[in-house]
């Protein structure tokens, strides 16, 4: 018969109240004693992925639920990614009813996920139909929002609140193939707090101009941090 416990001081694993390591050690019924080894569990985060499949306001497989379903549990890297049925390399076009969710969960909202696409953003979001007051995407908490077409909406295409969010090749302000203006009614992006995205607006508006421009429009606002 066997007794099991551990040495040490107090019971505690795997450092014992005045730092010392605990052993854990078994007790044969004839008095010898013997130690085994115990390693700790592996901290784990699970990662969740969502998928539009349709171009439709709301309900299964929306941006709407996705944005949505990202924002329960943990915070923890999601990512939100396309697989809208059609004709390979054709625009999906995505039409609000509403203003969107804030992203708000550390979430990847990834326009290059949409089958077909070869460099040219294949999701446009069009926010005719939001509502004045509405922006295409409000984004937080280290978001990225990568490769979509934002335009038409009632104020900003991206409003940037708090800081580590990426912006990465987006036409904002602008028609699916970049060629003609179809502008929102404020900044292509607007950001909140300046200050601490500056760095990251620069390094992306040297990479590329293209996801920042918007036409007859500001191209980036600010307010918040000098």
């Known amino acids: 018969m066997s007794r099991c416990g551990f040495t040490g001081g107090p019971r505690r694993f795997p450092a014992s109240a005045a730092g010392s390591p605990m052993r854990p050690f078994c007790r044969e019924s004839g008095g010898a004693s013997a130690f085994v080894s115990a390693e700790g569990l592996e901290a784990r985060v699970l990662l969740a992925t969502f998928t539009v499949t349709t171009t439709e306001d709301a309900g299964p497989g929306s941006l709407r639920q996705a944005l949505i379903d990202s924002a329960v549990g943990e915070f923890t890297p999601d990512t939100i990614v396309f697989a809208i049925p059609g004709a390979a390399g054709e625009v999906r076009t995505i039409r609000p009813m509403s203003a969107l969710p804030r992203d708000s969960q550390n979430v990847t909202v990834d326009g290059t996920t949409q089958p077909g696409y070869a460099g040219s953003p294949l999701i446009e979001l069009d926010g005719s139909l939001a509502g004045h007051a509405a922006d295409g995407l409000v984004v937080d908490a280290r978001s990225v929002v990568r490769r979509l077409v934002i335009n038409r909406f009632g104020r900003h295409g991206i409003h940037v609140i708090?800081?580590?969010?990426?912006?990465?090749?987006?036409?904002?302000?602008?028609?699916?193939?970049?060629?003609?203006?179809?502008?929102?009614?404020?900044?292509?992006?607007?950001?909140?707090?300046?200050?601490?995205?500056?760095?990251?607006?620069?390094?992306?508006?040297?990479?590329?101009?293209?996801?920042?421009?918007?036409?007859?429009?500001?191209?980036?606002?600010?307010?918040?941090?000098?």
């Open 162 to 226: 708090r800081p580590e969010v990426r912006v990465e090749g987006n036409y904002l302000g602008t028609t699916a193939d970049g060629a003609a203006s179809a502008g929102n009614g404020g900044a292509g992006v607007w950001i909140t707090d300046f200050s601490t995205n500056r760095g990251r607006w620069r390094n992306d508006r040297r990479a590329t101009q293209r996801h920042f421009w918007q036409r007859r429009r500001r191209g980036v606002g600010r307010s918040g941090g000098q």
